[in-house]
C-alpha cells in the first residue's frame, strides 16, 4: 500500500478521495479546529495533527512521521493562495517565506516524496500576471520534480457541481523514465442537482429573511433576478442595479436540470447566490455536502457557519478520487 501526508486537510474532501483510491493517511495536518474534529470524528484512526503547520515544518520530519526521506510516495494538500512579498524578482522559494505555500515547500524538501499533489484556485494561473504560480513552480523543479498541470472542472468526474481546481502534479526528477502519470479522462455522463438532491439526510440550514424568501418564490428555477417584476428587483439589488454586466448571481434560483454552481463558503451571498431548486431558501449543509460528492455518513463538526464552511472548501472527493487513483496507478506501474 502506498503512503500519503497531507497539508491543509480541512473537512477532508481531499483526503477522503485519495483514501478511496487506495493510499494509507500517515497524517493530516489542519489548523482548525472544527475540521480537526470532522477529520477525527470520521476517521478515528487517521492521525490528525491540529497545529500550526509553521511549528511541525521546522521539526525533523522523517522522524515526526517514522518515515524515510524518499520514502513517501505521496504529498498532498493545497496551499491557500496569498500574494508573494517579491514575486517575479527572485522566483525561489525566499519570495514564498511568510506564506503558508512556504511550508508546504519546506516539506517537499524535506521528505522528497515520489510524487506530490498540489490543488488550488484555478486563478492561481493569473495571480499577480502570473508571477505567484510561476514561483511555486520554479520552487517544485528546484526542490527536484518535473510538473504536469491542468484545470480540472469537478462536473467532469461524477460532481453535480461546476467547479474548477489547478491540479499540479509533481513526480521526483530521478523517477521521471519510471513514473508516467497521465490526468483522469472526463466520464461521458455530467451529473445534474436532480442526481443528488433526492433523499437527502436531514441536515442544520439557515433560512431566508421573509422579505427575500418571498422574492425567490417569484423567481422560477433557473431564473435569477430578470425575472421578476422589475420594481422588485430594483429594491432588491439598490446598488447592484446600476452596475453594468449580467449579474445574474443575483436573486440567483438553480434548476434540477443543472449542476451546481461552485458551492461557497457561505449560505446565501446577494451577489452569488444559489437559491434551492424546489424550495425558497439556501441549500442545507448537507445538500451542499452532496453536492461535494461527500458521502451521507461523513459528519461535520462545529457551528451551522462552521460547517457551511468546511464544506465549501473542501476538493470534491469524487475529483480527488479519480485524480488519486491515477497517481496510485502511476506508483503501481512504476513496481512493476
Known sequence: MFNTIELFAGAGGLALGIEKAGFNTLGLIEFN???????????????????????????????????????????????????????????????????LFYHYAI???KLQPKMFLFENVRGLLTHDGGKTYKTMLNIFEAAGYD????????????????????????IRKNLKEKLK????????YKPVLRDVLQNVPKSVGVSYGENKRKLFELVPPGGYWRDIDPELAKEYMKSCWEMEGGRTGILRRLSLDEPSLTVLTSPSQ???????????????????????????????????MS??????????????????????????????
Do not use: M
Request: hydrophobic fraction near 35%.
Open 270 to 304: 446577494k451577489q452569488t447566490e444559489r437559491c434551492h431548486p424546489l424550495e425558497a431558501r439556501p441549500f442545507n449543509v448537507r445538500e451542499n455536502a452532496r453536492c461535494q460528492s461527500f458521502p451521507d455518513d461523513w459528519e461535520f463538526c462545529g457551528s451551522v
Open 33 to 99: 479546529r472544527d475540521a480537526c474534529d470532522t477529520l477525527q470524528k470520521n476517521r478515528p484512526n487517521w492521525r490528525v495533527i491540529c497545529e500550526d503547520i509553521a511549528d511541525i515544518s521546522k521539526l525533523d520530519l522523517e522522524e515526526y512521521f517514522g518515515i524515510k526521506k524518499g520514502e513517501l510516495d505521496l504529498l498532498s494538500g493545497g496551499a491557500p493562495c496569498q500574494a508573494f512579498s517579491y514575486a517575479g524578482k527572485r522566483l525561489g522559494l525566499e519570495d514564498a517565506r511568510g506564506t
Open 107 to 109: 516539506f517537499l524538501e
Open 307 to 336: 460547517q457551511y464552511k468546511q464544506v465549501g472548501n473542501a476538493v470534491p472527493v469524487n475529483l480527488a478520487y479519480e485524480v488519486a487513483k491515477e497517481i496510485y496507478r502511476t506508483l503501481k506501474k512504476g513496481e512493476s
Open 147 to 170: 510538473i504536469q498541470k491542468q484545470v480540472l472542472n469537478a462536473w467532469d468526474y461524477g460532481v453535480a457541481q461546476k467547479r474548477e481546481r489547478l491540479i499540479t502534479i509533481g
Open 181 to 188: 502519470f497521465e490526468f483522469p479522462k472526463p466520464y461521458e
